[in-house]
């Protein structure tokens, strides 16, 4: 079993930033990929980030050229570095860890851009 610890979330006002962490009890080297989600109230959980096999990058429109994925392998850590955030942006914040077909999922980190 695999445990995803989030931290980070908070609130800031609309144009700030937060950086969101997802620390997992598992190394990384054989990770199949990794992602963000976020859920905001009333609304279907939604695809934010990912890096899938070969490292490729994707975001969803919405975020690119604000948000960031990154991950420090030596750490078990994935990041998400938000930038620009609006208040629309109001959501639980998930992560996610795929081992093969096993998939994990973080507690979710509260990221709020207030009005």
């Known amino acids: 079993q695999v445990q995803l610890v989030e931290a980070g979330g908070g609130v800031v006002q609309p144009g700030g930033s937060l950086r969101l962490s997802c620390a997992a009890t598992?190394?990384?080297?054989?990770?199949?990929?990794e992602a963000w989600y976020r859920q905001a109230p009333g609304r279907v959980r939604e695809l934010v980030a990912a890096?899938?096999?070969?490292?490729?990058?994707n975001y969803a429109d919405a975020v690119k050229g604000r948000f960031t994925i990154s991950r420090d392998i030596a750490k078990n850590t994935l990041y998400l570095q938000m930038s620009a955030l609006k208040p629309g942006e109001t959501a639980v914040y998930f992560c996610t860890f795929h081992y093969g077909p096993h998939e994990y999922w973080g507690q979710g980190a509260q990221g709020t851009g207030s009005s």
């Open positions: 598992r190394n990384m080297f054989d990770i199949y990929s």
């Open positions: 890096i899938t096999p070969g490292d490729n990058i």
